[in-house]
């Protein structure tokens, strides 16, 4: 123990050499300034800096509430919307009671289209006794119209519209849905017996014509609340003699409620909706639907996702056995990585129960995923013929937990179906566009009668109301 003492004292007073305590007299004299330069500057000095030097002291003033505030506004001044929300929701997690900021917020909400939390922030300043009555008129205005605030954009309330009309002519390699199977096996009680299918059974393919017609309106009221209706219908004629004339109708209500809790912030949406196809003259198939959603505010990232669970009651009045209620849960992720393109990703899966214990292959499981990329193309070397790119593709499985049928032996149905597509569209005229579709689809399954290919080609035009 004492040969330790020793040595500790031996080290402790040795003679430091000059050169040392110069070395240690420079690091005295910079060790402050160095303090200095990573300390915060005063609100004189950062309220007269630059976009870029207030950028490299955002590190500096992380805990000045002020000084985000005063970059977010500068960043919105600049269009860079996504960092001026953070900026700005960084100075209000600080300190909430900046109304100045609430408003920047509030407007950088809009502009990335969370236009829901903004109207609802707006509602939470408009609630302050501080507020200039004649401000306070401006953004009551600002709050049942379209935003963005700091325009203060003038508007009655009342319901807004928008429509689309779209007709195509196009050619299909399988007008009327047939399967693409030529025999079909059957289990008898003498043995397993081979069909073969007759000519009108098979793929036949034609030209077509194909109309859309859509409308939506939205009725937004206080606090960032929000009702959505639109209704389509859309035809396929030209293949009667197949059996392919076939018609769609679609309508949806939605309703939207903002919800302010900090990272957890978001809109609430509940959305009822309806569906009918008509094959020929009759009722094929019908469903009632009602589905609850949750968008998130992910301020700063580039993709948005929206978890969501719903019901479909699923309805086909010409064979009532195949009826089921359709349980699921759904998670979408939007992407926006560029000004000028968007990638929709949406995941789901749940369990079709069938009504009737006789439906062929009873209970099924099902997954679907759904991937849509939109982007507007720019053809320097022929500018009129810049447009919008649209690819999409779509994946279903369905598993059948019985037996199909008694026929079928114990065949347990596995379809899978593929869907892909391929759209560009060019501005011609005000409001007038025309276009191309590709499409493919493949089915594929242990049930050959669920067996099944078309691939699609439609030339058309595009009338639009925004």
Not at 355 to 366: E, K
């Amino acid at each position: 123990m004492q040969s330790r003492q020793s040595g500790c004292d031996h080290f402790r007073f040795k003679p430091v050499p000059v050169l040392g305590w110069l070395a240690l007299l420079v690091m005295g004299t910079f060790v402050p300034a160095a303090k200095a330069q990573n300390a915060c500057p005063a609100p004189a000095v950062w309220q007269a800096a630059s976009l870029a030097q207030l950028t490299e002291w955002s590190e500096a003033c992380d805990d000045n509430a002020f000084f985000h505030a005063h970059l977010g506004a500068q960043l919105l001044a600049q269009g860079q919307t996504e960092a001026a929300a953070v900026s700005l929701e960084k100075a209000l997690l600080i300190n909430p009671d900046l109304p100045g900021a609430q408003l920047d917020y509030a407007q950088a909400l809009a502009l990335i289209g969370l236009k829901g939390s903004a109207r609802a922030i707006l509602s939470h300043v408009l609630q302050r006794p501080d507020i200039q009555p004649g401000l306070k008129a401006q953004l009551s205005t600002a709050q049942i119209a379209d935003l963005p605030i700091q325009a203060a954009l003038g508007g009655t309330p009342g319901w807004q519209w928008n429509g689309l009309l779209q007709t195509s002519y196009g050619h299909e390699s399988n007008l009327n849905s047939a399967t693409y199977t030529d025999t079909l096996t059957l289990y008898l009680s003498n043995g397993p017996v081979s069909l073969g299918l007759t000519d009108n059974a098979k793929p036949i393919a034609g030209e077509v014509f194909k109309t859309t017609a859509a409308v939506q309106g939205v009725l937004k009221g206080l606090e960032g609340q929000e009702l959505l209706v639109n209704a389509a219908i859309a035809s396929k004629t030209g293949a009667a003699s197949v059996g392919g004339n076939n018609r769609t109708t679609d309508g949806a209500i939605k309703y939207s409620l903002p919800m302010l809790a900090g990272n957890a912030s978001g809109v609430w949406q509940v959305v009822a909706g309806s569906t009918q196809f008509w094959l020929g003259n009759q009722t094929a198939y019908q469903d009632q639907g009602l589905q609850l959603k949750f968008a998130w505010d992910t301020l700063g990232a580039s993709c948005k996702w929206a978890p969501a669970m719903g019901r479909i009651d699923q309805k086909f009045p010409q064979s009532v056995t195949l009826n089921g209620v359709y349980s699921y849960g759904r998670v979408d992720w939007v992407c926006k990585s560029a000004k000028n393109q968007e990638t929709h990703i949406a995941l789901g899966g749940g369990q079709d129960k069938a009504q009737d214990s006789s439906r062929p292959g009873g209970n099924r499981t099902r997954t679907d995923l759904l991937v849509r990329h939109e982007q507007l193309v720019s053809t320097p070397f022929w500018p009129s013929a810049a447009g919008q790119l649209s690819a999409w593709l779509r994946y279903a499985q369905s598993q059948d937990k019985l037996a199909y049928s008694e026929l079928l032996g114990d065949l347990k149905s596995n379809t899978k179906r593929t869907d892909l597509g391929l759209g560009y569209w060019v501005p011609v005229l005000k409001q007038w566009s025309a276009g191309i579709n590709l499409e493919a689809t493949s089915q594929k399954s242990n049930n050959t009668l669920f067996n099944l290919k078309n691939s699609v080609v439609y030339i058309g035009l595009r009338w639009t109301n925004d």
